[in-house]
């Protein structure tokens, strides 16, 4: 099982990013996808997640209102659209699965992404 974290870069603050999660395997839509991501000098925070259904989503409170998780199962790709950027969601972002739920415990993650750098300044 693999994921390919990609969207990253630098924007402005007030700015637009999409990030993306693809997946390798066959089995995509077993899987919960998360979002969790880690600024410097600070523990990894969970940022979202979809059910492997997409019918339920989560997300921190830091980001409720400007972030949209989504997935598209032909294309096994989770996207986190990041709209109203803020210096503070400065941090390498990384995807993660596990089966069917999201949950809450970054422990409860089998599989993880490489990650992708966000960085928000003008």
């Known amino acids: 099982l693999q994921l390919q974290a990609s969207g990253g870069g630098l924007v402005q603050p007030g700015g637009s990013l999409r990030l993306s999660c693809a997946a390798s395997?066959?089995?995509?839509?077993?899987?919960?996808i998360a979002w969790f991501r880690q600024a410097p000098g600070k523990e990894r925070e969970g940022v979202s997640c979809?059910?492997?259904?997409?019918?339920?989503?989560y997300y921190g409170d830091s980001v409720k209102g400007r972030f949209t998780i989504s997935r598209d199962s032909a294309k096994k790709t989770v996207y986190l659209q990041m709209n109203s950027l803020k210096p503070e969601d400065t941090a390498v972002y990384y995807c993660?699965?596990?089966?069917?739920?999201?949950?809450?415990?970054?422990?409860?993650?089998?599989?993880w992404g490489q990650g992708t750098q966000v960085t928000v300044s003008s």
């Open positions: 979809i059910s492997n259904s997409g019918g339920i989503s």
């Open positions: 395997f066959l089995s995509f839509n077993n899987y919960a």
């Open positions: 993660a699965s596990r089966a069917f739920r999201c949950s809450g415990t970054r422990s409860a993650y089998n599989y």
